[in-house]
């Protein structure tokens, strides 16, 4: 119980899905040491993966890209798809990128490096769990430099959806697909951080996106942001 006699906040409920027992094993370790953090199951592929989503709903599925039966892409468009209260935080190693832009259109949370210090795992996960996406800049730069000839004339019409942007609000998309923080859109912008955050929920909203991830990969695939060379 709290000082306040509420009791404390429920812990951040975690299904781990890999192929590699041994992989699974060290994100246990790492995680189970871990204050509001509990690790509810291991999956050993996608399909059990989406079954323990259904019986169990996790609060967030820690999901490799290739595993037997059904890859992380598909475990995660059956996740999204079966609309439950999941989300799905991908792990990937560069040798996959391009599983990796097909698991955000599937609907995926973020994705990170499978090397990636426990910190950062952990901080991740937190952050998914609390209904926000996790972009890498840098994975996702690569990403998209590696699939640059299929991304569309940056001098084409764009969506129509992003004329209902205002040009603030443009501005903001732009920043979010380069990877800024809302504070690091705030020094840039000279406005608030408060400012920032109402803008970036004006633009889901206006765009019908679920969070930034899939605010990065629209302005990439409609052109308004291209890959840096």
């Known amino acids: 119980m709290t000082e306040e006699g509420a009791p404390p906040p429920r812990p951040v409920r975690i299904l781990l899905a890999d192929d590699q027992p041994l992989l699974r094993t060290g994100f246990r370790m790492v995680l189970g040491s871990e204050e509001g953090l509990d690790i509810v199951a291991e999956a050993g592929d996608g399909v059990e993966a989406v079954e323990l989503s259904r019986r169990l709903l996790p609060d967030v599925v820690l999901m ?22 999941v989300r ?37 996960i937190r952050t998914v769990a609390a209904g926000e996406a996790v972009v890498a800049p840098r994975i996702l730069k690569r990403l ?25 609000e443009r501005e903001v998309l732009v920043q979010v697909a380069r990877g800024l923080s809302n504070a690091e859109i705030a020094r840039e912008l000279t406005v608030s951080e408060t400012t920032v955050k109402t803008h970036v929920g004006h633009v889901l909203t206006k765009l019908g996106l679920r969070d930034r ?17």
């Open 64 to 85: 490799d890209i290739r595993m037997p039966r059904m890859d992380g892409v598909a475990a995660t468009r059956a996740i999204v798809e079966a609309r439950l209260p």
């Open 213 to 229: 991830v899939q605010a990065v990969v629209l302005a990439y695939e409609s052109g308004l942001v291209r890959p840096r060379g």
């Open 144 to 168: 998209l430099d590696r699939f640059a000839e299929s991304l569309p004339d940056p001098t084409a019409t764009p969506p129509r959806a992003l004329s209902t942007l205002t040009e603030r």
């Open 88 to 124: 799905v935080l991908i792990l990937t190693t560069f040798d996959l990128d391009e599983y990796v832009v097909g698991a955000l259109r599937a609907g995926a949370s973020g994705f990170l490096a499978k090397d990636v210090p426990a910190e950062d795992l952990v901080t991740a």
